[in-house]
């Protein structure tokens, strides 16, 4: 399959990584993001995400950004008051950069799409099930995602979009974030996020058995 090659506006991110089927707030102020965006509102709507590697960067350059990203569509965009702009994204697909395509005004890359090779149809329902299950233990523990959000996963069966909307939902690392998003090979992503949920299920009741041995000291 030939790989399809696009050229899109892109908005740093300082802290954040945004995954394919993830739907997230930006607060753009930025100058030249703002221009990509409006660029991008003009255009096709389309916007590619990269994270910075320095978030402390105000003016990042292509070669301090990580060379994997997503391709996000522009649901909405309001200009605030103080001159910012709110924008909801909802994230479509990994790409790869290819190079920089030359912008006085703005950042503008060319990418390609990322195609996963897809595993045969018993290991992607048996693996998706698994991790589904994890994450269920997680949400029980933690208490910290609301029961829609599970639901919303549950109802979804290709096995990369479960682990990439886990992994928008987890309070993890940013560069833990980036190498789950880097990471192409499916079963590998998913045994990246299937040992973050266990380390983090660990954490928690290695955190609750001292809670009970202070309470019986």
């Given at each position: 399959m030939a790989l399809l090659k696009f050229n899109h506006p892109v908005?740093?991110?300082r802290d954040l990584v945004v995954f394919p089927g993830g739907v997230t707030t930006l607060f753009v102020g930025r100058?030249?993001?703002?221009?990509?965006l409006t660029e991008a509102m003009s255009v096709d709507k389309k916007i590619v995400l990269l994270t910075q590697s320095n978030p402390s960067e105000d003016d990042p350059k292509l070669k301090t950004l990580n060379k994997?990203?997503?391709l996000a569509s522009i649901l909405q965009l309001i200009k605030l008051p103080d001159g910012n702009v709110k924008v909801l994204v909802e994230g479509i697909q990994r790409i790869k950069v290819l190079g920089e395509v030359e912008s006085s005004d703005y950042l503008k890359i060319?990418?390609?799409?990322?195609?996963?090779e897809p595993l045969n149809t018993k290991d992607e329902a048996n693996l998706s099930n698994f991790i589904?299950?994890?994450f269920t233990d997680y949400i029980k523990l933690t208490k910290?995602?609301?029961p829609e959000v599970l639901a919303t996963i549950d109802a979804l069966d290709e096995v990369s979009r479960v682990i990439d909307s886990i992994a928008s939902h987890l309070p993890i690392q940013i560069e833990k974030a980036q190498e789950i998003l880097d990471t192409q090979d499916v079963q590998l992503r998913a045994d990246l996020l299937i040992g973050?949920?266990?380390?983090?299920?660990d954490a928690i009741d290695v955190d609750r058995k001292i809670q009970i041995g202070r309470a019986h000291v």
């Open positions: 908005i740093p991110l100058a030249r993001s703002i221009k990509a994997i990203g997503t060319q990418c390609e799409v990322i195609n996963e589904k299950a994890k910290k995602v609301a973050l949920l266990e380390s983090q299920i």
